[in-house]
């Protein structure tokens, strides 16, 4: 487990307990720029704990029709947030569960693993994970959507996209391994062949 987390619904809060240090700082680091998508950070203990605000939303994965452009818009504004040679904050951990809908607003959690890397590495990774999940026919919409939704505000350098591919889907593949997740989708293998296509 990455975290205690202690929903206080009643008191419109979400107690935060990392389990190091590192993890703490890089929560703190990314709330404390007081983000529009994400929640609130209400207050901290300076160790360990984080008082976030309570969002009550739908996850990503479970809304009918999820704005893929409008979700592939904020992860470009995470981006855009710093660059340090090219290499951007990234959220890495960027599965469904760590997106909400909530009152007309999508919003981002879970930053303990974000690092500076190429915007590319994030956006493949988080198209892997709906690659997994829908067949051809809808994941070549949502794919679309997402590489235009992110070229809206981000850019997409074709030649380190093309090279990344390869080894974030390796490391995706070696996550879900970890993690005790196995691939069902009979799609998959024509789906992330989609995924080298960012024209549209």
Known sequence: MKA???IQKAKGQVIKICNSPKMF?????????????????????????????????????D?????????????AELHE???????????????PMNFIYSKGMYYMFD?????YD????????????????YDTNKFESVHRSIINGYKKI??????EWELLI???IERFDSRRRKFGKKEKNPDIVENRELIKNIYF
């Open 63 to 75: 809304l009918l029709k999820p704005d893929f452009a409008r979700v592939a818009e904020l992860i």
């Open 81 to 95: 947030l710093e660059n340090k040679s090219g290499k951007v904050i990234c959220h890495i951990d960027n599965n």
């Open 25 to 61: 700082k890089k929560e703190l680091y990314i709330y404390e720029k007081k983000l529009p998508f994400t929640p609130k950070l209400l207050d901290h203990d300076g160790k360990n704990t984080l008082m976030l605000e309570y969002i009550d939303g739908i996850p990503l994965i």
């Open 166 to 168: 390869p080894g974030v």
């Open 118 to 133: 190429l915007p590319e590495k994030d956006l493949i990774h988080f198209l892997l994970f709906w690659a997994s999940i």
């Open 111 to 115: 930053f303990s693993e974000w690092e």
């Open 4 to 6: 205690n987390i202690v």
């Open 154 to 159: 981000g850019t997409i350098n074709p030649l």
